[in-house]
Structure formats: C-alpha cells, structure tokens
C-alpha cells in the first residue's frame, strides 16, 4: 500500500558531498514537493514540480535544486552538503483531482529522509 | 508574522480527556484547511480537511473554522495513547499548489 517512497531513511553525509534524495510515488500525480522539517520551524516548501521536467522555487530553495524527467520520480540534490542543511526531508505528491476533494491541493507525504551532514 | 501560527505544545492529557488544538492564521486569501496527523519517524498523513466556516466531525474527531475570526480548531474526544502524535494544520487557496503549515503541535496521551 506504499504510495510515496523515499530511498534513503538515514543518510550521514560529509560537508561538501553532493547528496541525491529519490522520491518515488505510484499515484500517478501531477505535483510534486520536497520540504524539510526542523524543530520549531514546521514543514518549509524548497521546491515543487506540477510536470516533467518543470519546477518552482518554494520558500527556501538555497543550496538546493530538483529533477524530474519522469512523472513518478522527484529528486532533491544537495551540490555541496553543508551543516545547515542537516534536516528530516519530506517528499509528498498531490494531484488537485483527487476524488472527491476536487481544488484541495491533498498531500500524500514519504515517510521522510533524516539526513545528518558532518 | 508568520502566515500560520501554531502552539507548538508539547502538550500532555489524560486518557479520556478532550484535546483542542488551535491554528490562528492571517491571510484571508485561504480556502481550505486540514489537519495532518505525525507519528514519531513518519510522514504527516491526512486526517481531516474542510471548506467552509463551521464544525465536521469524523468519529472522535471535530475540526471547526472560523473564517471571519482567522482561527482553526481541531478536537479530540476521548483521546486514547494512539493520538499520541503531532498535530499539523495546513491550508491552502483554490488553483495553487502551495500549502502552508502551522510549526506543528505534540501531543502525547498519558495512559
């Protein structure tokens, strides 16, 4: 019953990699988004798709970029990991057509990728 | 000012007891609003959601709005130890993509 799947639950990364998050989902959803979640922050958006190869800045998109060449994979890449980003990442998919709750923007969120930056 | 502010708790009940849990928002340009529900090293999921100013309920359940005071409320009548998570409003406008979650309230039920 998986319908959003992020690769990687744990990562510990070095200052400076360059670190991939995959985001899968089987819904066959339209939008696409990456947040992290911290402590006393809440969920910020960093970036969304609403297509293939299409994408938009959220609110804090620094440091950070996004792929989508197919529909059912969204990817978060960090260029070169610093300390900061040290963070829970949270890929979730919508499609503004669903069922009922037809113009909600519904989220279907991963389970998260907690990612420790060194 | 935040969009959405939200306590962020923590905050501990007894078994049994009603929960209320607030969200406070400013822009008045926010159709919908829900509720998502967050176990301990899970994704949010969904709990519930709703258009209009007034009161839904779903079994123990009872979201409100008040539009025109800004304020959201979710209630949970006899809270179990399984409601033991953290609570996030979001809310959103017709025709954008984008949600805006409160920071996200724990809750923890004492047994």
């Known amino acids: 019953d998986v319908k959003v799947t992020q690769s990687s639950r744990y990562l510990v990364k070095r200052t400076g990699e360059k670190v991939f998050l995959e985001c899968v989902q089987d819904?066959?959803?339209?939008?696409m988004f990456w947040y992290r979640q911290d402590p006393g922050l809440g969920l910020r958006l960093i970036y969304f798709?609403?297509?293939?190869?299409?994408?938009e800045k959220g609110d804090i998109p620094e440091g950070y970029s996004v792929s989508r060449e197919k529909k059912e994979r969204f990817s978060l890449i960090l260029e070169s990991a610093s300390t900061n980003q040290t963070s829970m990442y949270l890929c979730?998919?919508?499609?503004?057509?669903?069922?009922?709750?037809?113009?909600?923007?519904?989220?279907?969120f991963g389970a998260g990728s907690r990612l420790t930056v060194l | 000012q935040k969009e959405v502010e939200q306590d962020p708790g923590p905050l501990s009940v007894p078994e049994g007891a009603i929960v209320s849990l607030n969200c406070t928002y400013s822009n008045s340009a926010f159709q919908y609003f829900m509720w998502y529900r967050q176990y301990s090293r899970k994704g949010p999921e969904l709990l519930m959601y709703?258009?209009?100013?007034g009161n839904k309920e779903d079994g123990r359940f009872t979201a409100q709005v008040d539009k025109s005071s800004k304020y959201i409320s979710l209630f949970i009548r006899d809270s179990q130890p399984s409601d033991s998570a953290t609570y996030l409003c979001?809310?959103?406008?017709?025709?954008?993509?984008?949600?805006?979650f409160g920071t996200g309230t724990r809750l923890t039920i004492i047994p």
């Open positions: 979730a998919s919508s499609s503004v057509w669903v069922g009922a709750i037809t113009g909600a923007n519904v989220l279907t």
């Open positions: 979001a809310m959103g406008d017709f025709g954008n993509e984008k949600l805006t």
């Open positions: 798709s609403y297509d293939v190869k299409m994408k």
């Open positions: 709703t258009y209009s100013s």
């Open positions: 819904m066959d959803h339209e939008n």
